[in-house]
């Protein structure tokens, strides 16, 4: 019969090595977030607008509100609520101010059975706005906390 104590720090170790072989939250931690969606939620609009990628660079004018993100890659996701599927260029530009993105290029959508371009993003209340011309389509800001993973490369024609 083993020692009590021997069999106590066994088990403590077994823990240890069980738990380090868990796999990792899906969900995008804060502390990895590039600069690029930091800086949307400092404009009041939640960081999940921009998808879980490489950003390899990302600047703003702060008089004009003009910007440009630089993503490792072009990519698909899924949009929530409704499963829309959405495609990011490698470069997403616009126009930035508090609660509000205009001018917006670079990521298109997929409804109706054909592509369109999403040309504005506004916050409104614990609301999103996606803007498609003159369409709109309003959804929970909450669906756009975490960063979504992108899906794969795309082609959006």
Known sequence: ?????????????????ANSFQKPNPKTPKSTLSRAHVELVSYG???GL????????????RTTGEFTVKLG????????????VATYSDTISGKIVQGKIAELDGIRVRA?????????????????????GMVTAKYPSKN???????EGQHSSS
Not at 123 to 130: A, H, M, N, T
Request: net charge negative; glycine share 6%; aromatic share 12%.
């Open 50 to 61: 921009l998808p879980a990628t490489t950003v390899l660079g990302y600047a703003v004018n």
């Open 1 to 17: 019969m083993m020692n009590p104590k021997v069999l106590f720090v066994l088990a403590l170790l077994l823990n240890l090595v």
């Open 73 to 84: 890659g072009a990519c698909k996701i899924t949009l929530p609520p409704d499963n829309y």
């Open 112 to 132: 109706f059975f054909k592509w369109w371009s999403i040309t504005g993003i506004r916050s409104s209340g614990d609301d999103i706005v996606f803007e498609v």
């Open 144 to 150: 756009f906390d975490d960063s979504p993973a992108c």
């Open 45 to 47: 609009l939640p960081s």
